[in-house]
Each structure stands twice: as structure tokens, then as C-alpha cells.
Nanobody
Framework: QVQLVESGGRLVQAGGSLRLSCAAS????????MGWFRQAPGKERELVAV????????RYADSVRGRFTISRDITENTVYLQMNSLKPEDTAVYYC?????????????????WGQGTQVTVSS
């Protein structure tokens, strides 16, 4: 059974930085794609960044490109989201998710494994 556990969310001032972690367990994740999504109140869940468990090929939402960096540590089975230059509009619950294969990587409905979420609040 796949288990994804996020951590690292908290209150931070605009311009600050946070690093979110997603500890993955329960199976071998080769050929899986690991995504960070976020959902603000009243808004649809949106993709922030996605990375394959293997090498290369990373995608970011336009709103975070250049400020956020996704990475993974295969030895630790952990995916990270480094968030810099945070803005109040980055405030949301951030979720880690996993799916097999690259197809429809931006569609949250295609991910069948989710963490519980971690709250990120950016004050102005």
C-alpha cells in the first residue's frame, strides 16, 4: 500500500522560503511520476511541479517557475519542493501525489496516491 506523508508547511512572511518534504513508501516507484499539487480555498487543485522517479524531465506551473524547485532523493524515498520568494498567492494546502507514467501528468484526477496535505500560509 502506497503511503505519502508530507511535512514542512507553516506560516511564513512574503519573500521567505520553505522546503516541503514527501516521504514515500509501500512500493517501488520506478516509472512513477511524483507531483506537488496545491489547493487554495474556493479554487481547484492545481499542479505545482512534477518529477519522474527516474532521471530528467521536470515540469513547473508558470506561476512558480523560477521560484520553486522540485527534487527527489531516491535513497531516502523522498520528494522535496523548495519554495523561494514566496507570495501571499502561494497560500494553499500542498499535496504530494504519485501516478504511474507520464500521461496526463497535470490532471490531478489521474493521480491515485495522495498524501494528507500540509498547509502553507504566506503573510503579506
Amino acid at each position: 500500500q502506497v503511503q505519502l506523508v508530507e511535512s514542512g508547511g507553516r506560516l511564513v512572511q512574503a519573500g521567505g522560503s520553505l522546503r516541503l518534504s514527501c516521504a514515500a513508501s509501500g512500493r517501488t516507484f520506478s516509472n512513477y511520476y511524483m507531483g506537488w499539487f496545491r489547493q487554495a480555498p474556493g479554487k481547484e487543485r492545481e499542479l505545482v511541479a512534477v518529477i519522474p522517479w527516474g532521471t530528467g524531465w521536470i515540469r513547473y506551473a508558470d506561476s512558480v517557475r523560477g521560484r520553486f524547485t522540485i527534487s527527489r532523493d531516491i535513497t531516502e524515498n523522498t520528494v522535496y519542493l523548495q519554495m523561494n520568494s514566496l507570495k501571499p498567492e502561494d497560500t494553499a494546502v500542498y499535496y504530494c501525489a504519485a501516478k504511474w507514467g507520464r500521461d496526463s501528468y497535470s490532471d490531478y484526477l489521474r493521480y491515485d496516491n495522495w498524501g494528507q496535505g500540509t498547509q502553507v500560509t504566506v503573510s503579506s
